[in-house]
């Protein structure tokens, strides 16, 4: 099995003035004359990790990472009920995407990310396909409302204990209720006690969810620190309950826009939370993108989809 490439340092990063009261950290390892690429994190509201780096030849490309707004090192972080999520939105991440891109003096990147990732470099992508070299995706979503229902309520049917605990965790959405607004309410609350509470809820079901996969550890939402998880889940409901301000159905939609850019679509099928049908759809659509369906990956991946993704991004690596 490929292994990922050895742990590497940033030799450049900062914090980008977005506006908005904004700071969003960026960083950007490995070559400095290399292949720009540039990392798009899931969540929303995870942030960018360490080990994200290592997906690329650091001798082949110069790897571009950032926390979007209010996750990771960008200020303020969501954690903090003072932080104002009405300026937290995806257009306001499509605008910093760019304003990255122009402050780093880059024509055009290779775009990496998966699940909530893949929705916004695909947001990115439609906007400004003159500024997409390739795209190699890892999970794919649209966050259409019909996958967020799916994630927050259908795939309840399988786990009807844990939904019934998530949905408790919000009694005054009722039983027919919104419950991803309700727990955006929740986490709107002044009294940290009240959000952490809503947090640890959330958390305890996308880990049900993610559950019956053969791989990953058994807490990848519960398990992170609480401040990560407070801006996690806050950030993740804001989006969610907006339907990340996407028309219904637009990113499908307008996907003849990515004609013309080679793209590597993987899909775990065993991926619960975000089933293989979405992936199948924009496929027949970006008929430029090759869909590589990965039969021992959930969501949380899997060797074998680490080793797809590793091939794709060496076979890009040198292509200008």
């Not at 994630?151 to 027919?176: H, I, K, M, N, T």
């Not at 305890?204 to 519960?222: F, I, M, Q, T």
């Not at 309950?241 to 679509?265: F, Q, Y």
């Amino acid at each position: 099995m490929a292994e990922l490439y050895p742990p590497i340092e940033p030799h450049e990063q900062g914090k980008l003035d977005v506006g908005d009261g904004n700071l969003v950290h960026w960083e950007v390892c490995g070559n400095p004359e290399g292949k720009p690429a540039l990392v798009v994190h899931g969540g929303p509201g995870s942030g960018c990790s360490p080990r994200m780096r290592r997906y690329f030849d650091p001798d082949a490309y110069r790897v571009v990472l950032f926390d979007q707004r209010g996750c990771g090192r960008s200020t303020p972080h969501a954690a903090d009920p003072a932080a104002d999520m009405s300026v937290n939105t995806t257009e306001h991440l499509l605008a910093d995407m760019e304003r990255l891109r122009e402050h780093l003096g880059i024509e055009c990147w290779l775009l990496y990310g998966g699940s909530w990732g893949s929705t916004l470099l695909l947001a990115y992508a439609e906007r400004h396909p003159q500024r997409v070299s390739e795209t190699v995706v890892n999970g794919v979503t649209t966050t259409r409302r019909r996958e967020i229902d799916w994630l927050y309520r259908g795939v309840g049917r399988f786990f009807p204990e844990q939904w019934d605990r998530f949905r408790a965790g919000v009694p005054e959405a009722g039983s027919a209720g919104d419950l991803v607004a309700a727990y955006a309410r929740r986490m709107e609350s002044p009294d940290r006690a009240v959000r952490e509470n809503a947090a640890d809820e959330w958390c305890r079901w996308e880990d049900a969810v993610l559950s019956l996969e053969p791989n990953g550890g058994p807490d990848p939402y519960s398990g992170r620190p609480s401040d990560a998880r407070l801006a996690l889940v806050r950030i993740t409901a804001h989006y969610f309950a907006h339907g990340a301000w996407l028309e219904e159905g637009a990113l499908l939609r307008d996907a003849g826009r990515l004609k013309g850019i080679p793209g590597v679509l993987f899909h775990g099928r065993l991926d619960l939370s975000s089933p293989l049908e979405t992936a199948w759809e924009l496929s027949r659509i970006w008929t430029d993108a090759e869909l590589v369906v990965v039969d021992d990956s959930g969501h949380k991946g899997s060797a074998t989809m680490r080793e797809r993704v590793l091939g794709a991004l060496e076979r890009f690596r040198y292509v200008h």
